[in-house]
């Protein structure tokens, strides 16, 4: 079921993107990392970046919310470049939740989701009613805010991650970037979490996303962003994108593509060594 827009605003799939990277080069001390790497994000829908390990994603997305600086290129965010904004501002466009966040001992899940509101506070604005409604309109649209007075060191992984996205949403932004936000969750609690991301992207969010997983990356995306080698391999819908083949030049891997029986989206099974079923000419030929 879809929840209520925290910002009011539903932006449709169509026109120009609001985030976009032109040229972006960036690395850790002399070691590049993306070279030269163009990607646009559509509005309205879930983009998820994939990839093999080392290949640049969180770089990326970390690059994408100006949490690093490219030595070259631009990013820009609703038509201005990102690094001629103020952080202030940047933090009223675009959401981020790192990968792994840590909460102060003790704190509690409001007054968490309540930092996200530090972007509209100043010396001439203070806490105000309407704070306080922006944070009780994202506790219920993650569905914890029966946990508002709580410690978030006391919650369980997935709970943990509800808070943060319900932090993130206080901002009062539609623009969300998730640095796996499904890293150390069970499959229950992982998809328990991406389900609210479905939620969030139907109530009119932009989502972009990592992932490991390939078949959650599949299943809850309406455009993936398939990375090696800090470059841009594929870009597409995942129907159009998933193939065996790319995923034998992406990842290395060798396997099967078919329908999801419960979806409209490409599974896809991987073949090893062992515990496969060979089909009778195969078999015969292993002997």
């Known amino acids: 079921m879809a929840v209520e827009s925290i910002t ?46 080392g290949c640049g994603k969180s770089t990326l997305l970390r690059t994408l919310s100006r949490l690093l600086k490219p030595t070259s290129g631009t990013v820009v965010l ?9 952080t202030r501002d940047v933090a009223k466009k675009l959401g981020l939740l790192p990968q792994a966040p840590v ?10 989701v309540a930092r996200g509101r530090h972007p509209h506070q100043s010396w001439l604005r203070q806490w105000s009613s309407d704070d306080a409604a922006v944070v009780g309109r994202a506790l219920a649209m993650t569905g914890v805010a029966d946990l508002a007075d709580r410690p978030v060191d ?20 539609d623009l969300l970037l998730l640095d796996e936000p499904t890293t150390y969750l069970d499959l229950a609690h992982a998809i328990d979490v991406l389900d609210l991301v479905d939620d969030l992207h ?17 299943r809850y995306s309406d455009n993936l962003v398939v990375m090696r080698d800090g470059a841009i391999l594929a870009q ?33 099974v991987p073949i090893g ?5 060979l089909d009778p000419v195969s078999a015969e030929l292993a002997q």
């Open 8 to 53: 009011g605003a539903v932006p449709g799939a169509g026109g120009s993107a609001r985030l976009s990277a032109r040229g972006v080069a960036v690395g850790y001390g002399a070691r590049p990392v993306i070279d030269g790497l163009d990607v646009a994000i559509p509005p309205g829908v879930v983009t998820t970046i994939i990839g093999p390990n």
């Open 78 to 86: 609703d038509g201005e470049d990102i690094a001629g904004l103020r």
């Open 103 to 112: 909460a102060p001992e003790g704190l509690t899940v409001s007054d968490l």
């Open 154 to 173: 006391s919650l369980s992984g997935g709970q943990r991650q509800r808070v943060w996205i319900s932090m993130t949403l206080a901002q009062g932004t």
């Open 202 to 218: 139907e109530s009119g969010c932009t989502v972009v996303m990592v992932l490991h997983d390939l078949n959650l990356a599949t």
């Open 236 to 268: 597409g819908h995942p129907r159009e994108v998933i193939t065996a083949e790319l995923l034998h030049e992406a990842f290395g891997l060798r396997a099967k593509v078919i329908d999801d029986p419960v979806g409209d989206r490409p599974l896809i």
């Open 273 to 277: 060594r062992a515990h496969v079923e």
